[in-house]
């Protein structure tokens, strides 16, 4: 199945359903930074969620930053997600290993550490973005995006994210994001229902690896809720914006006495993207029309 975005509305509108399948994006993360097995979970957890959050944004520029900083032996894992459907990121410690949990599953949430924060920009396109951060719950990155929803965003929300990875690589990524929507959210019973059935499933990736598609998962979940599965069906993908020209814009900003040094000792430079792993490279001769161009900028 092609990495995709659909969504649907139940309950006479009063319930949004966004679905997403990352399995392709998110085996493209991890062979490019060359993750473990726990931080590609983690990484892909991240992202997927990233899309779900930038999915009920309405500008075609807007764009949604998730950090993620716990005190686990991860780091950092940071995505930057597109109403465009793309989306990219990378994690801090890529090669940390770790052993399973109790359930005999990956441990993301020791691997990210419960005790630390949740960073999540929302950018528009225009004015300033709209920044919200708080602390982290468990680590597992679901709960912790769930909590956003609820404390941030005020918004009663059920959310499940997962990464399904083996020695071959990822073989299913995906996740569900259900809201409901203000005019039915004083509606106890409709609440309590979403978040029964939600906790009931076991899990997303094994309704993936079971062959179930998007629309069967709304109809399992909402079927009997007046479900309405909205026709478009949008493609997602890993894509980075680096450039080349990008690349050397950054080397420029680093002066002209960095920049000959980098030339006398290297004869050239390299930089290497931390979102998508692409390495770039500088002759000396193009080093040194960035010198000229800042001599003529002084």
């Known amino acids: 199945m092609a990495d995709q975005l659909i969504k649907a509305t139940a309950a006479a509108g009063g319930i949004r359903a966004v679905g997403v399948v990352t399995t392709r994006l998110t085996e493209e993360a991890r062979a490019r930074h060359r993750l473990s097995a726990v931080a590609t979970a983690a990484l892909g957890r991240t ?19 998730i950090r993620i ?42 691997a990210v550490g419960k005790d630390g924060y949740l960073y999540v920009v929302r950018d528009v396109g225009y004015g300033y973005p709209y920044s919200s951060t708080v602390e982290l719950v468990s680590g597992e990155v679901g709960d912790d995006i769930a909590y956003y929803l609820a404390t941030s965003e005020q918004t009663p929300s059920a959310l499940v994210v997962g990464v399904f ?78 450039t080349h020209e990008r690349m050397l814009g950054a080397l420029k900003l680093l002066g002209q006495a960095e920049l000959q040094d980098m030339i006398e000792k290297d004869n050239g430079a390299e930089a290497t993207c931390h979102f998508c792993g692409q390495i770039y490279t500088a002759t000396s001769d193009q080093l040194g029309d960035l010198i000229v161009a800042l001599q003529a900028e002084s």
């Open 165 to 242: 990875v083996n020695a071959e690589g990822v073989s299913a990524a995906g996740g569900l994001l259900l809201q409901v929507m203000p005019k039915a959210a004083s509606d106890d019973t409709l609440v309590e229902t979403l978040e029964s059935r939600v906790s009931a499933l076991t899990g997303f990736t094994p309704l993936l690896r079971s062959g179930k598609t998007l629309p069967e998962i709304f109809e399992q979940l909402l079927g009997d809720m007046d479900l309405q599965i909205l026709p478009e069906t949008q493609l997602l993908r890993f894509h980075c914006r680096c």
């Open 69 to 110: 900083r716990g005190n686990g032996p991860l780091g950092t894992v940071f995505v930057d997600a597109g109403l465009d459907g793309t989306v990219r990121g990378y994690v801090e410690n890529p090669h940390v290993e770790m052993p399973l949990n109790q359930q005999g599953k990956l441990d993301v949430g020791t």
């Open 47 to 65: 992202m997927t969620s990233g899309l779900l959050l930038v999915s009920n944004m309405k500008r075609s520029q807007s764009r949604v930053n």
